[in-house]
């Protein structure tokens, strides 16, 4: 079981940044998958999350707006779009599985024992 993620670096302030997350060894599309993010000495926050098929999608208030999560099923792969980039959303960013009913919002609030899968995390730094 492996997800992979990529598509972090350094941008400005306003910038985009997409991420992409690849999975495999798994059934991908009865997952649902989330980003969350943790900045330096804070805790992981759920950023957003999607249904296992993409027609339930959730954002942390902070970022309802700016960031936008899709899938596509036949590569396996979800993606977080992020637009309008802010210090405050510099953070290590990761992907995450879990199955099961999709919990609706409540899937930003999952403990980190309620996935099943994690990647390994991808930096994203907002700086001038």
């Known amino acids: 079981v492996q997800l992979v993620e990529s598509g972090g670096g350094l941008v400005q302030p306003g910038g985009s940044l997409r991420l992409s997350c690849a999975a495999s060894?798994?059934?991908?599309?009865?997952?649902?998958m989330s980003w969350v993010r943790q900045a330096p000495g804070k805790e992981r926050e759920g950023v957003s999350c999607i249904s296992s098929s993409g027609d339930g999608t959730n954002y942390v208030d902070s970022v309802k707006g700016r960031f936008t999560i899709s899938r596509e099923n036949a590569k396996n792969t979800v993606y977080l779009q992020m637009n309008s980039l802010k210090v405050e959303d510099t953070a290590v960013y990761y992907c995450?599985?879990?199955?099961?009913?999709?919990?609706?919002?409540?899937?930003?609030?999952?403990?980190?024992?309620?996935?099943?899968?994690w990647g390994q995390g991808t930096q994203v730094t907002v700086s001038s």
């Open positions: 995450a599985a879990t199955a099961g009913t999709y919990p609706g919002l409540s899937c930003l609030l999952l403990e980190d024992d309620e996935y099943e899968h």
């Open positions: 060894g798994f059934t991908f599309s009865r997952y649902h």
